[in-house]
């Protein structure tokens, strides 16, 4: 059990997705403007993390090792990503229209996020077995979210301040983006 | 070797035949019917996408009228337009919102006009006619009047006119019985 604590809050800070990995820096930068739709998108986000994890598990235990196709992991990932983005969207159009008009332009979105592909490799890679993966997928859409929503909430604040000419916009949002990154480093060593 | 490449391709496309069902599947089962009403308020705007009603294209404001906006937004599609709205609605006329101008179309002053392409870009409706460094004209009769044009035109040569009244455009009213919409003037 202290197990999987640890492999969570390692992949939630130790091993963040964004700041250590950088993965998914495109929507780190891309939808970090307003703290609303930062939040709308960590949600799809770890949600779709989530899925993907269990099923892109189930694939490649199933389907790639028996028949010794290791070398189609990242082609069917990739299938197995959009069906579950795809899927998601569908069900959420029609059970919950109020989620899906909160969700509903960023799902389209996490098909591309690298961060979903870079998860079921790194699942693979480094051996984890079922709820693991489910846990690793979990703490990565958890680790995101908070980047996210930290990142954006500092970004509203960029948006009032007077930021030097040569330094405003994308910046600015760089530079701070840096500096996260410096401080999540700090968590290594946290946990062994 | 052969076979492997075999096992290869027949695993992927299994692969892909599972889940091209699971979604195919999904699409019946969890169809959602869009508000038939949207589809037809969205069939009477004039499609001018100007977004002078403040929403971005006819689309959202055929929503939003649907959510109980006002009708009576519509620039372009002018009394004509906001009267269909209404009826479908079931409620009263509205005045269209500011004084209602004559109906106006953009005229290029063609000996001012560089070739820049800006206005064609900007036309919702596709009547400016005119290629790179070759002088714009405006095709009268699909030009609905929206002013986009005006604003991108580095020469400042493109007018609004009203339409030269002729006997093909003249409004006879033939149909339409005039009564007075507002009682407490």
């Known amino acids: ?192 | 070797m052969m076979t492997s490449i075999i096992i290869a391709v027949l695993a992927l496309a299994a692969l892909a035949a599972v889940f091209g069902a699971l979604l195919g599947y999904s699409s019946i089962r969890f169809k959602v019917k869009a508000d038939p009403i949207v589809e037809e308020l969205d069939a009477m705007l004039p499609q001018t996408q100007c977004g002078q009603c403040g929403y971005p294209g006819c689309k959202p404001y055929a929503q939003a009228i649907s959510e109980g906006d006002d009708v009576n937004k519509c620039p372009p599609g002018g009394d004509a337009v906001m009267r269909q709205l209404a009826e479908r609605m079931g409620i009263e006329p509205q005045e269209l919102e500011g004084e209602e101008k004559p109906k106006l179309i953009a005229f290029i002053r063609e000996d001012e006009c560089i070739g820049c392409t800006k206005c064609i870009q900007a036309c919702p409706v596709d009547a400016i006619m005119g290629a790179t460094r070759q002088m714009h004209t405006v095709i009268t009769d699909e030009c609905t009047g929206c002013e986009l044009c005006v604003a991108p035109c580095p020469t400042d040569c493109i007018d609004m006119l009203p339409i030269e009244i002729t006997t093909k455009n003249w409004q006879w009213n033939l149909q339409r019985i005039p009564t007075q919409i507002n009682t407490e003037l």
């Open chain 1, 1 to 192: 059990m202290s197990n999987y604590f640890l492999l969570f809050f390692g992949t939630v800070l130790v091993n963040n997705f964004v700041l250590v990995k950088f993965l998914g820096l495109c929507p780190f930068m891309g939808v970090s403007n307003k703290v609303e739709t930062a939040v709308g998108m960590s949600f799809a986000t770890t949600f779709v993390l989530t899925l993907t994890a269990a099923l892109s598990y189930i694939v490649n235990t199933y389907l790639l090792i028996p028949l010794d196709l290791h070398y189609l992991q990242t082609l069917s990932f990739i299938l197995v990503i959009a069906v579950v983005v795809q899927f998601t969207e569908m069900v959420m159009h029609k059970t919950s229209p109020t989620l899906y008009r909160l969700l509903g332009i960023f799902l389209p979105l996490i098909t591309t996020n690298c961060a979903i592909l870079g998860l079921a490799l790194l699942n693979i890679n480094e051996n984890h077995d079922f709820v693991e993966s489910i846990i690793y997928g979990f703490g990565a859409g958890i680790g995101f979210s908070l980047v996210l929503v930290l990142f954006s909430s500092m970004r509203e604040r960029l948006a009032a301040s007077d930021v030097p000419l040569p330094f405003k916009g994308s910046a600015i949002a760089m530079i701070t983006a840096g500096l996260m990154s410096l401080a999540f480093m700090g968590f290594t060593g946290l946990i062994k």
